[in-house]
């Protein structure tokens, strides 16, 4: 195809900007399986035990009808009122899910795996036969997926050292406990495939922002030098086209004497007749074991993955720390959007394609949402719609439900759970 063809197809809008491809899809560099949670004697006890959720019962405490503070509702001569019967309503009895560390455990131990592939290098799947880009200094038109792998090949080593340090600081500090690891002391162990083992204490808390390769070497003690090879094999993982990592992990909080433990939660919807439509009953996960016998309460892949990808510090807001890798910044707990406008991935990208220089933040965000794996596309909206949008420069709020379709069921999930947290 000659250049003039190539430079004609340049996908805009009816006001001059830059479109993004019809479909652009990458799959995610890290899958971790579900974890297995277990109780153990101390830090370094070998006798897992299985926690078996069990349902209860409570009595909820219904506070009396504010009407019944209302003088003239008071009765006389020793008398209730109606209104006042009406406002003292029966407690009602409901059931829920518990679990706990069994008896003689005073530590939890999550198992689970890690596999690290180079998903960022190559699109899974790509509808660009009519997109092509004007990039400064070239003769001929450049695809989204070409402009995209020029600039993960254009990281310098230093930059992908950072990266894979970031990736390996939230795989081993315990965050991927959740609510579990929080304020009890922590110790992982990492056994990768063809390597040596490595033990690592993060120590009490977790930390809001990334606190450097050589803090992580200090968790790890006698095996930094070992910690140290696990990263460069993690930086080739993820860039290297024929890299692969895996790694088995138990991680482990000392919470105390059977405390509570806090596994996933599922929502399972109750019937309340033909059609269906009652309120949903939440359930917590529990995992089949073979290995240690029966069955033992988890945690979904869906937390675990987000727990990892929670390093973009490139935001730009002063003294918020570390967030989860999405294309709007999107905190679930906080309920606030912190990437709009500008700095969002689809405007990054738009500003990428268009020929823009992004800055070493912008790169390094951009190289995280493909190993985050999804759809780089804006769903959702006609034509007409788009045009007018992105002749405004601007993502409206709304946006927050269009992106990366094969991660829809995640945050669907990520949504219901993280709801049953803060309501228990």
Not at 173 to 191: A, I, K, M, Q
Not at 216 to 242: I, K, N, Q
Not at 347 to 353: D, G, I, M
Not at 362 to 386: H, P, S, W
Request: with cysteine; proline share 5%; charged share 30%.
């Amino acid at each position: 195809m000659s250049r003039t063809a190539r430079l004609s197809r340049v996908p805009k809008t009816s006001t001059g900007a830059v479109t993004l491809p019809d479909m652009l899809a990458y799959q995610r560099s890290f899958q971790a399986s579900d974890g297995r949670l277990y109780g153990v004697r101390g830090w370094d006890g070998e006798d897992p035990a299985v926690i078996l959720p069990q349902e209860r019962s409570a009595r909820g405490a219904n506070a009396p009808d504010a009407a019944i503070l209302e003088p003239e509702l008071v009765a006389t001569e020793g008398k209730s009122s109606d209104k006042q019967n009406q406002a003292f309503r029966p407690n009602t009895i409901f059931g829920y899910h518990h679990a706990v560390l069994p008896p003689g455990r005073d530590v939890l131990e999550m198992r689970w795996s890690l596999h690290v592939f180079p998903g960022a290098l190559e699109p899974a799947m790509s509808d660009e036969s009519s997109a092509c880009y004007r990039i400064a200094g070239e003769d001929e038109g450049l695809t989204a997926s070409e402009i995209l792998r020029r600039l993960v090949r254009g990281l310098s080593e230093a930059e992908r050292a950072d990266l894979a340090a970031r990736y390996l600081w939230r795989i081993i500090d315990g965050s991927v406990l959740w609510r579990n690891r929080v304020g009890n002391p922590c110790r992982t162990v990492l056994l990768p495939e063809g390597g040596s083992p490595v033990v690592v204490d993060p120590g009490l808390r977790v930390l809001s922002s990334f606190p450097g390769l050589e803090v992580l070497r200090g968790w790890a003690g006698a095996d930094a030098d070992a910690l140290t090879v696990l990263h460069r094999r993690l930086a080739e993982a993820l860039f290297s086209p024929d890299a692969f990592l895996r790694i088995e992990i138990r991680t482990r909080v000392q919470m105390g004497l059977n405390h509570e433990v806090w596994p996933s939660q599922l929502l399972e919807q109750e019937k309340s007749g033909p059609q269906g439509g009652g309120r949903p009953k939440r359930y917590l996960l529990v995992e089949a074991d073979e290995e240690v016998g029966g069955r033992t309460a988890g945690l979904t892949f869906q937390k675990i993955a987000n727990r990892i990808r929670r390093i973009d510090e490139w935001h730009g807001v002063p003294d918020l720390g570390a967030i989860c890798v999405e294309h709007y910044g999107y905190e679930m707990s906080a309920g606030i959007v912190y990437r709009k406008e500008t700095n969002n991935i689809y405007a990054v990208l738009r500003r990428l394609l268009a020929g823009g220089v992004l800055s070493p933040e912008e790169r390094l965000y951009v190289i995280a949402m493909l190993i985050r794996g999804g759809t780089f596309v804006q769903k959702g909206e006609d034509k007409k719609t788009r045009d007018k949008k992105l002749g405004k420069d601007a993502v409206s709020d709304d946006a927050l439900a269009e992106g990366a379709e094969d991660e829809a069921e995640e945050e669907k999930i990520e949504a219901d759970e993280n709801a049953g947290e803060e309501a228990a």
